[in-house]
């Protein structure tokens, strides 16, 4: 997914369900697989279609340490920054624990799967397979299903946020990026 804030709604929605996982971790973990393509243009280097963290293996290998490290150590510097949240309760979320790693791998293997849906090229079984593994791409048809699932994580995301605004203003960021 070319906009990788679209997949924060499957963060939002999985810690819902079971408030045990870390938001933290899920909302972290949900965006490391598109770090390769970070990567590639600092380094000015022509784009690539995805390689080891687009792939079940790499994602709960690589992907799962980075989501880890990240989440305990970056994350509430940089959000208690820039959302100016106390930065104590941020740590505390973000605290090393099972939950937290079993957050850390459901968030990249869920960004995984969903790029899996609607992506021309899927390193989904890499490095088993280094072809593409397209079973998943939802109508047979990356264009339209690029689409569809934009449109549906767009609308997702706009219904998290007038959900969460609806409730007020005390709090919003707290609620959307902490617990």
Request: proline fraction near 4%.
């Amino acid at each position: 997914m070319p906009f990788i804030l679209l997949h924060y709604p499957i963060a939002y929605i999985t810690h819902k369900i079971s408030n045990k996982l870390s938001l933290p971790a899920l909302i972290t973990s949900s965006f490391i697989p598109d770090l390769e393509h970070i990567l590639f243009t600092l380094m000015a280097k022509e784009p690539r279609r995805g390689l080891i963290l687009h792939s079940l293996f790499g994602a709960a290998s690589l992907g799962l340490l980075l989501s880890i490290l990240l989440t305990t150590h970056l994350y509430p510097v940089v959000i208690s920054f820039l959302f100016k949240l106390d930065k104590g309760m941020v740590q505390e979320n973000c605290r090393f624990s099972i939950w937290l790693i079993l957050s850390c791998l459901i968030g990249v293997i869920s960004h995984v799967i969903i790029d899996s849906l609607h992506h021309e090229f899927n390193p989904l079984l890499f490095p088993f397979l280094k072809e593409s593994f397209n079973a998943l791409i939802l109508f047979g048809d990356w264009i339209l299903a690029n689409q569809v699932v934009h449109l549906v994580f767009t609308a997702l995301t706009a219904l998290i946020l007038i959900y969460e605004l609806r409730k007020g203003t005390s709090g919003f960021w707290k609620r959307l990026l902490i617990c």
